[in-house]
């Protein structure tokens, strides 16, 4: 069975990027949507999500530079 | 200044992500790589840095307290011109923050007490989502005199109190609150 390090490892560089990229997009769009609204519930779900997202992205970032560099 | 900094920081770290999303086939050499550092290492965690600290002080400000109609007339209380009013004078007289009124006399100081009010928060948006709000609103739990010290432990006038020294201890204890002897809820108009 493939451990994790090893899936990881696998994994095409470009595409785990690309993917952190996507979702930092989408976190930052989410986030800047608190800079026109305070609606109570928009607050609740888009802070955290959007926090959740671009740190996804800046994870995905990390992976690369540990394992994906050759 | 500081909303305009973050819609700059918005757009030029789409900007970036964009450019690298677009680049991500050639991502060998080194300037790319400092691109890739750049655009998904620091430029988005800076904005959200930048962001948690605007919503957490738009969050604290009493014109989000009376987004919720049921604040609104508790939001209006503060304005009533009338010296019986403590809530009212606090803010008429700026004995604390205007814009941060509300968060200023209903929050515990130290980092227990902004926990507790952000799930304090988390609770009445979900009663006014999701629930029945009752037709008299109560604080939660007892009104904790360390509110009330965070400012007045140290006033002149406060220590100065015949009443206030006789009890001293009790009251900086939390044993006496404040409000045994102070009526400090909101006037509100019928």
Not at chain 1, 5 to 16: F, I, K, S, W
Request: glycine share 8%.
């Amino acid at each position: 069975m493939a451990s994790l390090g090893n899936l990881l490892t696998t994994m095409p560089y470009a595409r785990v990027i690309r993917c952190g990229v996507t979702a930092q997009i989408a976190g930052v769009l989410l986030m800047a949507a608190l800079l026109f609204t305070k609606m109570p519930l928009l607050v609740l779900v888009c802070l955290p999500l959007g926090a959740l997202l671009i740190l996804v992205g800046a994870l995905a970032w990390v992976w690369g530079a540990i394992w994906g560099c050759e | 200044m500081v909303f305009w900094a973050l819609v700059i920081g918005a757009a030029v770290a789409v900007a970036l992500l964009v450019i690298l999303r677009l680049r991500i086939r050639s991502l060998a050499t080194r300037s790319e790589r400092a691109l890739a550092f750049l655009a998904m290492g620091v430029v988005p965690c800076l904005w959200l840095l930048g962001m948690l600290g605007y919503t957490d002080h738009a969050m604290k400000k009493a014109s989000f307290c009376v987004r919720c109609h049921e604040m609104q007339s508790y939001g209006e209380s503060l304005l009533v011109d009338d010296d019986e009013s403590l809530p009212a004078v606090h803010y008429r007289d700026g004995l604390v923050d205007r814009k941060k009124a509300c968060y200023a006399c209903h929050t515990r100081p130290g980092l227990g007490g902004i926990i507790e009010a952000k799930l304090k928060g988390l609770h009445d948006v979900k009663v006014h989502y999701f629930g029945e709000a009752p037709d008299t609103l109560t604080i939660h739990g007892e009104y904790p005199t360390s509110i009330c010290l965070k400012c007045h432990r140290e006033a002149a006038s406060f220590q100065a109190g015949t009443m206030h020294q006789a009890m001293m201890d009790e009251i900086l204890t939390g044993e006496t609150s404040c409000l045994d002897c102070h009526d400090v809820a909101h006037e509100l108009e019928d």
